[in-house]
T-cell receptor
Framework: GQQLNQSPQSMFIQEGEDVSMNCTSS?????WLWYKQDPGEGPVLLIA?????ELTSNGRLTAQFGITRKDSFLNISASIPSDVGIYFC???????????FGTGTRLKVLA | GAVVSQHPSRVICKSGTSVKIECRSL??????MFWYRQFPKQSLMLMAT?????????EQGVEKDKFLINHASLTLSTLTVTSAHPEDSSFYIC?????????????FGPGTRLTVT
């Protein structure tokens, strides 16, 4: 099925560093969701975005709905070891209830 | 709130047998649930959309006679893998759609690891 492009595919960072990742699409979306998945678990919803330009935070996480409505960004500040996991974006276009999932960004934090 | 459970979390079955996986929304009603399959180090691939009281909608390439879906109530959807084969071994994850105003969010279950021997 269709997927969104996430970048970077994977990243190693030092504990305490800030992390940025993004998701891009050729389609215009009405909603963006960001999830985190730990090994052997289901994805957990982190942040939901509903309007172009919207900036929403959840603790050390901040996500933005791109102005063009074709992209979204997730930032993690002052990373800690438990931030390790795979981060997925998901987007939904107008007129559908299905979300399209990104390819994932695998984050590894070096203590 | 918005908790989704799955049962079992792990199952091992012999080739040729059938396996049923349950997905429940614990604290909200879900007219729509989704079933995904995930291979190691890959993203989530939507298999089918489960609608309460009606037939499931399958994605292209997914065999509906092999992956039977029943959404009998507003809080329960089941996926039955019939005549399982080793290539059906995978991580199966369900999600439930939560509608709040004009917002649609999806909440996932913890997943079921299926191993077919």
């Amino acid at each position: 099925g269709q997927q969104l492009n996430q970048s970077p595919q994977s990243m190693f960072i030092q504990e305490g560093e800030d992390v940025s990742m993004n998701c891009t699409s050729s389609s215009i979306f009405n909603t963006w969701l960001w999830y985190k998945q730990d090994p052997g678990e289901g994805p957990v919803l982190l942040i939901a975005l509903y309007k172009a330009g919207e900036l929403t935070s959840n603790g050390r996480l901040t996500a933005q709905f791109g102005i063009t409505r074709k992209d979204s960004f997730l930032n993690i500040s002052a990373s800690i070891p438990s931030d390790v996991g795979i981060y997925f974006c998901a987007g939904r276009t107008s007129g559908t209830y299905k979300y399209i999932f990104g390819t994932g960004t695998r984050l590894k934090v070096l203590a | 709130g918005a908790v989704v459970s799955q049962h079992p979390s792990r199952v091992i079955c012999k080739s040729g047998t059938s396996v049923k996986i349950e997905c429940r929304s614990l604290d909200f009603q879900a007219t729509t649930m989704f079933w995904y399959r995930q291979f190691p180090k890959q993203s989530l691939m939507l298999m089918a959309t489960s609608n309460e009281g009606s037939k499931a909608t399958y994605e292209q390439g997914v065999e509906k006679d092999k992956f039977l879906i029943n959404h009998a109530s507003l809080t329960l959807s089941t996926l039955t893998v019939t005549s399982a084969h080793p290539e059906d071994s995978s991580f199966y994850i369900c999600s439930a759609r939560l509608i709040s105003g004009r917002a649609y969010e999806q909440y996932f279950g913890p997943g079921t690891r299926l191993t077919v021997t």
